[in-house]
């Protein structure tokens, strides 16, 4: 496994950290422990397609292909919950962009 890939995978923990407690808090404290988990791994499965060996290409590029990543996984999730919670599935397609933006500011640093 490259840096690239652990490097994205802490970030995606990460962020589902705070994506969990953001939906904690728009929830009143009362959403259920698996809902706050596969909350979480979905952060941590776009964390998982960001940090793929993808080939390099500009930052532009990267930073669509992080969004468009991020999409596609959180769709998964937005899908699987009935599309009950919009700001989720947004904040997925944020990370994807952060992750990315994080990534290629180290470029072939963190490809090996």
Do not use: H
């Not at 990460?14 to 259920?32: E, P, Q």
């Not at 952060?43 to 060996?53: D, E, H, K, N, T």
């Not at 009935?82 to 490809?111: C, H, N, T």
């Amino acid at each position: 496994m490259n840096k690239r890939m652990k490097v994205s995978l802490i970030g995606g923990a990460l962020l589902g950290l705070i994506c969990v407690a953001g939906a904690y808090v728009r929830s009143g404290l009362t959403i259920s422990p698996v809902y706050v988990f596969s909350l979480w791994y979905n952060r941590v499965i776009i964390g998982l397609a960001v940090g793929a060996p993808w080939i390099t290409t500009v930052k532009s590029k990267a930073l669509l292909r992080g969004a468009i990543l991020g999409l596609l996984v959180s769709f998964a999730f937005y899908s699987s919950t009935d599309f009950q919670d919009p700001v989720s599935f947004a904040a997925g397609i944020l990370y994807g962009l952060m992750l990315e933006a994080w990534l290629s500011r180290f470029g072939e640093k963190w490809s090996r």
